[in-house]
Every structure is written in C-alpha cells, then in structure tokens.
C-alpha cells in the first residue's frame, strides 16, 4: 500500500483547504486511517483519525487544537482520505502527513501504531 498526500497550498488566516491522501493498493477500509503534522522545529503530532465501522458510520477523533475546524473523511471505495481545514491559523502551519495504522481495528494518537505514510504536503498559514 502506498499513499500519496496532495492539497498542499500557502493560504491566508480564516481560509480553508482540503487535503487528499489516496492509497495505492488494498487493506484499507478496515483500518484506522490518520493525518499527523510537524511543524518546523516540533515532533509530529496527531491531527486526527477515523475508521469506519460498517455502513454509513465512521468513527472520528481530533486533536484538541483543531477540533471544531477540521474534519476528516474517507472514501473506502476510492480509497481516500481526506481533511478539510477551515479556519486556518498560523499555528497551523506545518508538513502533513496521512498514515496508516499498523493494526487493523485499532485506535491510536501515537504515531508508531501508523506503519504506512504518506510523502507529506507542506500546508504554510500566513497572518
């Protein structure tokens, strides 16, 4: 399975973007798909998750700090992830990355439970 980010783009505060992340290969659907982000001089950190569960319910999950703002979303058929971010601060300002977990039905905000990344998309917010 290989994944590939794009959406990458140098917006204004407030604006929104949607970053895409399609995967390459099967072993998709059952799995918990996440986008993390690494600003300059920080560790990656978790942005946020989802699964679906069966028929039309997934399961989500945020990051505190763009909770409200972002919301991820997938297409098992196309086999893409996606987020769309709205509100966009500077802070925001970073290298995302789409990924995998390594396990199956398994839920994580670690980044070492995700096998499988994406190249990254550089997403810069300016003031």
């Known amino acids: 399975v290989q994944l590939q980010a794009s959406g990458r783009g140098l917006v204004q505060a407030g604006d929104s973007l949607r970053l895409s992340c399609a995967a390459a290969?099967?072993?998709?659907?059952?799995?918990?798909m996440g986008w993390f982000r690494q600003a300059p001089g920080k560790e990656r950190e978790f942005v946020a998750a989802i699964r679906r569960s069966g028929g039309s319910t997934y399961y989500a999950d945020y990051a505190d700090s763009v909770l409200g703002r972002f919301t991820i979303s997938r297409d098992d058929a196309k086999n893409t992830l996606y987020l769309q971010m709205n509100s966009l601060k500077p802070e925001d300002t970073a290298i995302y990355y789409c990924?995998?977990?390594?396990?199956?039905?398994?839920?994580?905000?670690?980044?070492?439970?995700?096998?499988?990344w994406g190249q990254g998309t550089l997403v810069t917010v300016s003031s």
């Open positions: 290969g099967r072993a998709f659907s059952n799995y918990y």
């Open positions: 990924a995998r977990a390594r396990v199956p039905f398994a839920y994580s905000q670690a980044s070492n439970a995700y096998d499988l």
